[in-house]
């Protein structure tokens, strides 16, 4: 497909500025650019044909099934952009007179109370923008919680590996000495090695949960147990609440801090770099490090609070104002519609619909962790491989011919050449069905031709680009 930049036709245009009734102001030469600016020259009709052809090309859950694994790319119900749309607030300024923005406030309110609610938690910010911000702002927490304390050699975050990636990044990010411990050969985190690692500078110890091998850990209670015995805080990475939501919570687990990812769970669009929303839900103990401004429910009005009236303890700022607030708006839209059975429920169908597929595939392809598994589960091709040649990238890449969006791959790291299957909670149990026929047919070529998987995907616009270069060389820009 040609650029928009090739397709210019010089002094081709679509004027759509009257011409001007004002005097010409001259301006300065030395304000002036020295180059034409470079910009296509187009019709109207071009443009759009341009536009509608890229459009075309975009995959997302709107055209077909999309089984991503940790990122829950679920169908988000149309009425949350509706709502979002209102021009109550989509056209206000967080610097408004509170009383011109009621409405908003309450929304933050509301929301906070929802999901303070569904996550056993005291308090929530929305400041952070997405998942890896919000584990950051909340080991922010967890370190304030200590200085206050002069606790100050509580300098180490425990991570069991089988964490997200984002986990031992982000408690680095934080200042923190990262302590890896190992998991069991079944996927739980190895409660002898956790009670070796925990100490005296122990600041916290952060979980993934469901773990990235989809399971939840049975040991929970006991974790956060050694955890606080040792004077730790426990933080929970809620970015995959899906299988959870309405049925277990964290806070009633032991867990001290817990970030959201409203960009999965709670129905925001996701993907192309955001917005998205990544609330941090902590306990009453946390919650005068939290950040500012933030609202608060007085008797007759919303009000807030700034920063400057948030006391000394206040970790500050990580974002400006109350977060991404239109996704705020999405999350509590997509709560108030299903209520609290429909959350549930959405869980449920989650966790069912994993386990349907993993039972349906698992005399097909190997399943290293037995389930039952939450939301999503991991398969291994490495033993495919060894017969075969074919590598999990091979069976991604072919899945793209038949108009499936691959699973993540080479992901958990733990597993070797791993898929990574959720089909998300939507999904109807013909959609299953189909996609599990697929699956199993690939790993039929796979056994008998895998020449056939050689070169996939071979109809869609491009097949395998070079991904190194592509991340390490970006070329973001079109050079003249
Ligand atoms: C997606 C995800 C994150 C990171 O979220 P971002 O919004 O991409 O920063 C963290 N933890 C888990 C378990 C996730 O699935």
Redesign the pocket.
């Known amino acids: 497909m040609e650029l928009i930049f090739e397709k210019s036709v010089e002094n081709r245009g679509c004027e759509i500025l009257p011409p001007s009734d004002v005097p010409v102001i001259k301006i300065e030469n030395r304000y002036l650019r020295q180059n034409d600016l470079h910009l296509p020259e187009m019709s109207e009709t071009d443009i759009s044909r341009h536009y509608t052809e890229l459009a075309k090309r975009t995959y997302g859950i709107n055209n077909g099934f999309y089984p991503l694994g940790?990122?829950t790319m679920k169908y988000n119900p149309k009425i949350n952009e509706e709502i979002a749309k209102f021009p109550g607030f989509s056209n206000v300024h967080p610097l408004q007179p509170v009383h011109t923005v009621q409405g908003c406030l309450e929304v933050i309110k509301l929301a906070e109370k929802y999901l303070c609610e569904i996550t056993g938690m005291n308090s929530m910010t929305f400041q952070p923008a997405?998942?890896?911000?919000g584990?950051f702002t909340g080991l922010k927490l967890i370190r304030a919680y200590h200085e206050e304390r002069k606790d100050n050699n509580r300098n180490e975050i425990i991570v069991p590996d089988s964490a997200?990636g984002?986990?031992p990044a982000s408690a680095a990010m934080a200042g923190f000495s990262v302590i890896n411990i190992s998991s069991t050969k079944d996927g739980y985190v190895d409660l002898e090695e956790l009670k070796k690692a925990v100490g005296e500078n122990t600041a916290g110890f952060m979980l993934?949960n469901p773990n990235t091998v989809g399971l939840f850990d049975k040991n929970i209670l006991e974790i956060t147990q050694i955890v606080h015995d040792a004077g730790g805080l426990c933080y929970y990475?809620g970015?995959?609440l899906n299988p959870i939501m309405g049925i277990a919570r964290p806070g009633d687990m032991g867990f001290d801090v817990v970030h959201l990812?409203l960009?999965?769970t709670f129905s925001t669009p996701h993907g192309g770099g955001g917005p998205?929303g990544?609330p941090v839900g902590c306990k009453s103990i946390l919650k005068k490090y939290l950040p500012a401004p933030r609202v608060i429910e007085r008797e007759e009005a919303f009000d807030k609070y700034d920063l400057a009236s948030a006391g000394e303890l206040s970790i500050g700022r990580v974002k400006e104002f109350y977060g991404n607030f239109l996704v705020i708006v999405k999350a509590l839209t997509y709560i108030l519609t299903l209520g609290g059975d429909g959350l549930k429920e959405a869980s449920e169908n989650a966790v069912l619909n994993a386990n349907y597929m993993m039972n349906q595939l698992k005399d097909t392809y190997h399943i290293p962790f037995a389930g039952p598994c939450m939301h999503e589960f991991v398969m291994s091709l490495e033993e495919l491989k060894k017969e075969t040649k074919v590598t999990a990238l091979d069976i991604a890449k072919s899945l793209l011919d038949y108009g499936i969006h691959p699973p993540t791959m080479y992901f958990p790291l733990i597993v070797h050449e791993a898929l990574m299957l959720e089909p998300t909670e939507t999904e109807s149990k013909e959609t299953l069905d189909q996609v599990i026929a697929v699956f199993k047919k690939v790993y039929e070529d796979a056994l008998n031709n895998p020449e056939v998987l050689t070169g996939t995907p071979k109809k869609t616009p491009i097949g395998r680009p070079d991904e190194v270069t592509a991340a390490r060389n970006p070329m973001l820009r079109y050079i003249f």
């Open positions: 940790s990122c997405a998942g890896a911000h584990e997200h984002t986990n993934t990475d970015a995959n990812n960009h999965k998205g990544g």
